[in-house]
């Protein structure tokens, strides 16, 4: 396996607070990396100095061994994007929707109508493709959000909490679906609040407390930092000991 | 590739209710009543037959010759200066029944007007005011060309004055109703508030990250534009052709020439877009913008004849002359009841010159609010 993706140093600060603090991991071709941290961690940040709409305060991210600053159109191009905020447009439909993000790309004519029902039906929006996006549920819209990001075929898929508010049924699909990715080949990186989904799909998790990585390995090296007998701790209990218990209000 | 981006940001702003409502209902409304409230004066002006105007001055040569030029300029458009020396403008006009009474004085003059002859009032305080504004441009033109020539050939030039005044006055008061004026000024008016066109889809890019989720794809600054200046170009393109037709159908409005009186507009609109996208890209909120256009489109509004004629105004030439709603209005308004204007040419490189400007500040402004700032 080869490194896809590598921060170097990456830091953001916004005034005088220090959102991401000197990060350095790595990204192996092939991983579901899962990335947890409370609330204001800053992963969201992380998250979006590597898809290059965020500039670090210091620090720089590598993508296939390149540079964002000259190679920018052709590493974006191979980046899936999908936000914690759901970044559709309520007064087009499905299919306008996916059309709108996928065509960005460079992608035109046939291919992309094929790309969109191809998207549309991956993420189980086929029978709604002709609806508003306004008309749909918490969950219809998430799946339409990651819907949009897949059009242009991405090999590096940055999932930001796609699962926050929606219900049973609708996060085993992505979950599935996530794994269906990777398995088709795609690099995924993972940020969730659900520690039963991280530690179900993810190869590797970091965990991250204000802005710095505190842990980083398998689910089973986590465990093995704070008990011997990791049968008897779940990743939960691993992620409050390692952050403690006191709230997060930045 | 953009085509798609501007077709569904086109489909966007096209959904909302709101837009169709701003282009074409409101204008329709606004000018309808404007119409009606201002079809009485306006009347008015037209029915205005010949009359006779009293004057006093102080003899000089300057005066006098200035007053030779305004009674010729005076002539043409029916209206008498006698002169009643030694006498008080009040007793004046009611003793020989004058409309009204010019007193000329070493640098100004005082008009006075009586209740019962208002237009002719106002027509007589518009002429004033436009011979001595071009009086005074032509001089300073003049003083400007004559620069080391001598005195005789200055006295002799002073007679094109006349002339050209006679030219000029004489098309000032065109003989427009207030359907025609106000019918064509609100068009005019309301496609330079089209950034409001804009609004619900800059919300939503912002409320739910549709920008950031725009900029992972690379897009270059300019397309980026681009997909929101044409859109909203053509909406409110569409939304004032129905607008267009609905004035000409309901309320009767003439339009003189229609080609030329739609390219101008459309140049208008461009214009308009393009102030708006550059404000919103430098302040970067939608609430703002809309305050700031809306407020510099009233001024020049104010200035170049929205509300109150700019034929009878008493706005100067040059503070008109900074209004781009000016040149529009005037051309559009002359197209219609002189089917030509001097000022089409004026609007066209008014309009493609903010065109050119604000968009490239715009990009420019996005394209360092997105890379510096990138939040
Ligand atoms: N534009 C900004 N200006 C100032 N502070 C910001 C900005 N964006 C984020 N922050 C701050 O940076 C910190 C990290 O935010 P971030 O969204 O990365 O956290 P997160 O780990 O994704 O949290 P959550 O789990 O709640 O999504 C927070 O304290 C937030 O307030
Ligand atoms: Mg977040």
Redesign the pocket.
């Known amino acids: 396996m080869s490194t896809i993706l590598r921060t170097k140093d990456l830091t953001k600060k916004?005034g005088s607070k220090v959102?991401v603090d000197n990060l350095n991991i790595e990204i192996e071709e092939g991983e579901v990396f899962g990335l947890l941290?409370p609330?204001?961690?800053?992963?969201?940040?992380t998250m979006n100095m590597i898809c290059d709409i965020v500039r670090p305060t210091l620090g720089s991210v590598e993508f296939y061994g390149k540079d964002f600053k000259k190679n920018r159109k052709e590493l974006l191009s191979k980046l899936g994007y999908i936000p914690?905020d759901l970044a559709i447009h309520g007064r087009l439909k499905a299919w306008e929707n996916v059309e709108l993000f996928t065509s960005l790309y460079g992608i035109k004519g046939a291919e992309l109508k094929k790309r969109i029902d191809e998207s549309l039906e991956y993420v189980g929006l086929t029978e709604k493709k002709n609806d508003y996006a306004k008309t749909f549920s918490g969950g219809m819209k998430r799946r339409l959000n990651i819907a949009c990001a897949l059009g242009h075929h991405p090999s590096l898929l940055i999932f930001d909490?796609p699962t926050v508010g929606i219900d049973a049924q609708s996060r085993n699909f992505i979950m599935e679906k996530i794994k269906e990715s990777n398995r088709n080949g795609a690099t995924v990186i993972y940020t969730s609040?659900y520690m039963e989904e991280v530690e179900a799909i993810c190869t590797r998790i970091a965990i991250m407390d204000n802005g710095k990585i505190i842990a980083i390995g398998t689910v089973e090296e986590l465990k093995k930092m704070v008990v011997e007998d990791t049968s008897k701790i779940t990743l939960e209990e691993v992620f409050l000991t390692l952050t403690g218990k006191k709230l997060r209000d930045? | 590739m953009i085509r798609y981006l501007i077709k569904n940001n086109f489909k966007i702003i096209s959904r909302n209710a709101i837009n169709i409502l701003v282009l074409t209902l409101a204008p329709i409304i606004v000018s309808a009543v404007l119409i009606s409230a201002f079809s009485a004066m306006m009347e008015k002006y037209e029915e205005v037959g010949a009359f006779k105007v009293g004057y006093s001055c102080n003899h000089d040569d300057i005066t006098d010759q200035y007053i030779d030029g305004l009674k010729s300029v005076a002539e043409g458009q029916g209206i008498s200066f006698v002169e009643y020396e030694g006498t008080n403008a009040e007793e004046a006009v009611a003793d020989y029944k004058l409309a009204g009474f010019v007193e000329f004085g070493k640098d100004s003059y005082t008009v006075y007007k009586t209740d019962e002859n208002t237009a002719e009032g106002q027509i007589l305080e518009y002429l004033l005011h436009a011979y001595y504004e071009n009086m005074s441009l032509a001089i300073s033109e003049q003083l400007m060309a004559a620069g080391s020539e001598n005195v005789a050939e200055n006295n002799a030039k002073d007679e094109t004055i006349g002339s050209k005044m006679k030219v000029e006055t004489a098309d000032f008061i065109p003989a427009v109703d207030s359907t025609d004026y106000y019918g064509i000024i609100y068009m005019i008016y309301f496609s330079w508030c089209c950034i409001v066109c804009g609004a619900g889809l800059f919300t939503a890019e912002k409320k739910y990250g549709i920008e950031k989720r725009q900029m992972v794809s690379g897009i270059s600054d300019f397309k980026e534009y681009l997909s929101k200046f044409i859109p909203m170009v053509l909406m409110a393109c569409g939304g004032l052709a129905i607008y267009g037709v609905l004035s000409i159908a309901l309320l009767d409005v003439h339009w003189g020439n229609i080609a030329l009186s739609a390219l101008l507009v459309v140049l208008g609109i461009m214009a308009a877009t393009a102030l708006g996208l550059m404000v919103y890209a430098i302040c970067d909120n939608m609430v703002v913008t809309v305050i700031i256009v809306f407020m510099l489109v009233w001024v020049w509004g104010f200035v170049g004849g929205s509300f109150e004629t700019y034929i009878f105004s008493s706005t100067s030439e040059t503070l008109k002359n900074l209004s781009p709603i000016y040149y529009e209005n005037r051309a559009l308004v002359e197209l219609s009841c002189m089917g030509e204007s001097d000022y089409v040419i004026k609007s066209i490189i008014c309009s493609s010159t903010i065109t050119a400007v604000c968009s490239g500040i715009a990009v420019l402004a996005g394209a360092i609010r997105r890379k510096g700032g990138k939040?």
Not at chain 1, 39 to 45: C, E, P, V, W
Request: charged share 20%; proline share 0%.
């Open positions: 916004y959102v941290g609330n204001g961690a800053g992963k969201s940040t914690q909490e609040h930045y | 939040k």
